[in-house]
């Protein structure tokens, strides 16, 4: 094992002049906090982001004029692992083992004086070091803290560092500097124990009550040297007891987080540069010596940390389980919001690229991701091989076999995430700076087709079929791969048309002509209007991307719900299908189905992952302890309550008046919804309640916007606005009541809508 205490480093200077303003560019890898006078800088944790550090290195940036003094200052830095080094541990669980190189730091402290001179403080030979109290710290394993190690005041300018040697000055690992852009990592939510057990002598467990990403937080006292040892997990075994195996640790290969004490008091401790995905937390506590009495724990937490990003969203309905599943989905999609996009907090910390384009409309409905999504985007471009593909996973901090480094499913994320990201955000320079990897991954894909099909790849990844969830069972593979081949080719066109070259719109459009073709010959079977098997993924992908005949789509569209029926309205689609089923229903005006599906309590579904007490969503639709129970790549769901029920349907790709698309689902037994989204083009409310037979409709649209509203076809009778005729309203026009559904446009402002049912 590897239990090298990791490094402090410090520095002290002088300050003779008044100041005008202080700034701290620092860079610790993996990971760093810094502290100027004995104060943490700053309330993040984690820093820096994580990216390939051969290609990238960000920096973090901090305004510290408050935190120096005149006289004598100290900076003081201590280093973590992170992402950057991987050491191999045996008995302590790990994803991979690999390493940019042992911790190293660089730092500039910037100081500009009020009489117009400057000062910089570098990371130089003047710098020294020492071991710290941190033995241990691995971003899979855990971290290990001995208290007795503590060196006070080490980070103050009166410390006396005569006898820390001076620092090695060290090569870069190779990547560019560049400013962190995306939001910081913090510490949120604090999850207190709901129940304390102890199933075995010597062995306390505290259920939290909440599975989040994070650490433990301890208060204890007792005798110098004695030991108290954590074991946090989302399950727990047959005996009560803490498993991980959800978490993928086997016997003998956990994670773990030991504190020793220093004795002489209450001591407070958490893991400092590591974090785990959990639920409950086992203690275990060990004297000095065998005769000595053991250490207490006063108080025992856990501390929900993630991406401190800007909530955009609100939902709520009047349905109690899907309020339910609202809140299963977004703790998970947090959960994963560590620097990256991550599967699970847990077993793999990974960003598996498929979630971001997939699950993007889900996620950005809620939270602004337009840092992230630049970041997700130059990962890819990092990860990029000269061949042109693109890795299933950015940064690619390890490089995995059989099928999982080469899927066009998760790789064409470099085209349809960052499509994404500009039908939300607007931002054309993404498109700009990234369209050479786009157009190096679609000449990759277009290298691997055979017959203008690609037929390779994980396909529907944990579909439910006959055997354990994995590879795709019901859906060729075909099907999906080609799918989204396609999808990359219309949607290249559309990105080569507004970076105005309309040689490769054109070109892009030819091809994806020629994959549609060799598509509906090899999958589509005219005498029954299905696609491949007929499973929900094989039918639902082709009507959303386009693939499937215009004069067959309603029979596909029958055909997709003819199967959900046939499961008793159960989902069979996975990670990469569901996505589509959601599309298909919601954009064909079937919520109706959508709602049937979301509101079955029995196995597979969300209501069943709820009634086995899931409270974050788990990787498998029937939460399997062997799986992780935090994953958001199911969560597409969460996409239908706002463009679905809510009706929200949002697109700056789209003409001006229909950016911003209003069209709520009325359906099931429900009785209201509320949603709020707050949009690049500002906020943007929309909510419906039903009584009887009258219906209505609240719509907000912000400032300067203007936005297209569709009622729904059952409510068409005597529709009035802010209590007049809609043509009374001078912000309305465009109004059409002779289509299936009517509709109007209506400029910036907020309307209360009536309408009636045809039956009144």
């Known amino acids: 094992m590897n239990s090298t205490p990791l490094p402090l480093f410090r520095n002290s200077f002088v300050v003779s002049k008044k100041i005008s303003i202080a700034t701290l560019y620092v860079s610790g890898l993996g990971q760093f906090e810094a502290h100027i006078n004995g104060q943490n800088v700053t309330d993040t944790v984690l820093n820096p982001a994580w990216s390939d550090y051969r290609k990238r290195v960000y920096y973090c940036t901090y305004d510290v004029t408050a935190l120096l003094r005149p006289g004598k200052n100290a900076i003081g830095v201590m280093l973590g692992n992170g992402m950057y080094n991987v050491p191999l541990t045996p008995g302590r669980y790990q994803k991979f083992?690999?390493?940019?190189?042992?911790?190293?730091?660089?730092?500039?402290?910037?100081?500009?004086?009020?009489?117009?001179?400057?000062?910089?403080?570098?990371?130089d030979n003047a710098w020294k070091t020492s071991p710290g109290p941190i033995t241990f710290t691995s971003i899979y394993g855990g971290e290990d803290y001995d208290a007795r190690l503590e060196q006070s005041?080490?980070?103050?300018?009166?410390?006396?560092?005569?006898?820390?040697?001076?620092?090695?000055v060290v090569s870069s690992p190779g990547g560019g500097l560049v400013p962190e852009t995306i939001p910081p990592i913090r510490v949120f939510n604090r999850y207190d124990p709901v129940k304390i057990t102890h199933p075995q002598p010597g062995r306390t467990v505290y259920d939290l009550g909440e599975n989040f990403a994070g650490w433990p937080e301890i208060t204890v006292h007792g005798p110098r040297g004695s030991r108290v040892k954590l074991v946090a997990g989302e399950l727990?075994?047959?005996?009560?007891?803490?498993?991980?195996?959800?978490?993928?640790?086997?016997?003998?290969?956990?994670?773990?987080?030991?504190?020793?004490?220093?004795?002489?008091?209450?001591?407070?401790?958490?893991?400092?540069?590591?974090?785990?995905?959990?639920?409950?937390?086992?203690?275990?506590?060990t004297p000095p010596r065998a005769w000595a009495e053991l250490p207490t724990i006063d108080r025992l937490d856990g501390r929900f940390l993630h991406d401190a990003v800007q909530v955009d969203g609100s939902f709520h309905s009047?349905?109690?389980?899907?309020?339910?599943?609202?809140?299963?989905?977004?703790?998970?999609?947090?959960?994963?919001?560590?620097?990256?996009?991550?599967?699970?907090?847990?077993?793999?910390?990974?960003?598996?690229?498929?979630?971001?384009?997939?699950?993007?409309?889900?996620?950005?409905?809620?939270?602004?991701?337009?840092?992230?999504?630049?970041?997700?985007?130059?990962?890819?471009?990092?990860?990029?091989?000269?061949?042109?593909?693109?890795?299933?996973?950015?940064?690619?901090?390890?490089?995995?076999?059989?099928?999982?480094?080469?899927?066009?499913?998760?790789?064409?994320?470099?085209?349809?995430?960052?499509?994404?990201?500009?039908?939300?955000?607007?931002?054309r320079t993404l498109l700009r700076d990234h369209y050479g990897s786009m157009q190096r991954y679609v000449a990759y894909l277009h290298s691997r087709l055979q017959g203008n099909l690609l037929t390779y790849g994980l396909g529907d990844w944990f579909d439910i079929g006959p055997r354990s969830p994995g590879e795709s069972q019901l859906t060729s593979k075909g099907v999906t791969a080609t799918a989204t081949y396609y999808q990359d080719l219309t949607t290249m066109a559309r990105i080569a048309k507004l970076l105005d070259r309309p040689a490769d719109a054109a070109a892009y459009s030819r091809e994806a002509g020629t994959i549609k073709r060799a598509f509906n010959a090899r999958f589509f079977h005219p005498e029954t209007?299905?696609?491949?098997?007929?499973?929900?993924?094989?039918?639902?992908?082709?009507?959303?991307?386009?693939?499937?005949?215009?004069?067959?789509?309603?029979?596909?569209?029958?055909?997709?719900?003819?199967?959900?029926?046939?499961?008793?309205?159960?989902?069979?689609?996975?990670?990469?299908?569901?996505?589509?089923?959601?599309?298909?229903?919601?954009?064909?005006?079937?919520?109706?189905?959508?709602?049937?599906?979301?509101?079955?309590?029995d196995a597979p579904s969300y209501g069943d992952q709820l009634a086995r007490g899931a409270t974050t969503l788990t990787e498998a639709w029937d939460a399997n302890p062997d799986a992780?129970?935090?994953?958001?790549?199911?969560?597409?769901?969460?996409?239908?309550?706002?463009?679905?029920?809510?009706?929200?349907?949002?697109?700056?790709?789209?003409?001006?008046?229909?950016?911003?698309?209003?069209?709520?689902?009325?359906?099931?037994?429900?009785?209201?919804?509320?949603?709020?989204?707050?949009?690049?083009?500002?906020?943007?409310?929309?909510?419906?309640?039903?009584?009887?037979?009258?219906?209505?409709?609240?719509?907000?649209?912000?400032?300067?916007?203007?936005?297209?509203?569709?009622?729904?076809?059952?409510?068409?009778?005597?529709?009035?606005?802010?209590?007049?005729?809609?043509?009374v309203d001078p912000s309305i026009h465009n109004i059409e009541m002779a289509g299936f559904h009517p509709s109007c446009i209506v400029a910036a402002g907020t309307y209360h809508f009536l309408a009636h049912d045809a039956q009144q």
Request: include cysteine; glycine fraction near 8%.
């Open 236 to 285: 727990l075994d047959s005996h009560g007891l803490v498993t991980q195996r959800s978490a993928g640790a086997r016997p003998g290969w956990q994670n773990s987080f030991t504190y020793i004490l220093k004795g002489g008091g209450a001591e407070t401790w958490h893991p400092q540069f590591t974090y785990y995905g959990f639920r409950y937390v086992q203690a275990e506590l």
């Open 97 to 123: 083992h690999g390493s940019f190189g042992q911790p190293k730091l660089i730092l500039q402290l910037q100081i500009k004086f009020a009489d117009g001179t400057s000062r910089t403080i570098a990371s």
């Open 318 to 427: 009047s349905d109690v389980l899907l309020n339910r599943i609202h809140t299963l989905i977004t703790r998970a999609m947090l959960s994963n919001m560590v620097s990256v996009l991550t599967d699970c907090p847990h077993r793999e910390k990974l960003g598996w690229l498929e979630q971001s384009h997939l699950a993007a409309a889900s996620l950005m409905y809620n939270y602004n991701l337009s840092a992230l999504y630049a970041k997700i985007a130059d990962d890819m471009q990092d990860a990029q091989l000269p061949s042109g593909l693109v890795p299933d996973i950015a940064p690619e901090y390890t490089v995995f076999v059989k099928g999982f480094r080469d899927s066009p499913e998760w790789g064409s994320a470099v085209v349809l995430s960052t499509w994404a990201a500009y039908q939300f955000y607007g931002d």
């Open 628 to 727: 992780s129970q935090n994953h958001f790549m199911l969560g597409h769901a969460e996409e239908w309550f706002y463009r679905g029920l809510a009706g929200i349907r949002f697109d700056l790709t789209r003409p001006r008046d229909s950016r911003i698309l209003i069209h709520p689902a009325i359906v099931g037994n429900m009785h209201s919804v509320a949603a709020t989204f707050h949009s690049s083009l500002g906020e943007i409310q929309s909510g419906w309640s039903r009584s009887g037979h009258t219906l209505r409709m609240n719509v907000s649209i912000p400032k300067g916007a203007t936005a297209t509203i569709l009622f729904p076809s059952a409510y068409r009778k005597s529709i009035t606005v802010n209590g007049h005729d809609l043509g």
């Open 153 to 168: 005041g080490w980070d103050r300018p009166a410390f006396d560092d005569k006898n820390w040697p001076s620092v090695d």
């Open 529 to 601: 209007d299905q696609y491949d098997t007929g499973s929900q993924t094989a039918n639902a992908m082709p009507l959303v991307v386009g693939l499937a005949p215009e004069g067959r789509r309603e029979a596909v569209l029958n055909n997709l719900i003819a199967d959900i029926r046939k499961h008793n309205n159960h989902v069979t689609a996975g990670d990469i299908g569901f996505h589509y089923v959601v599309r298909a229903l919601t954009d064909n005006d079937r919520s109706d189905v959508l709602f049937d599906m979301l509101s079955r309590t």
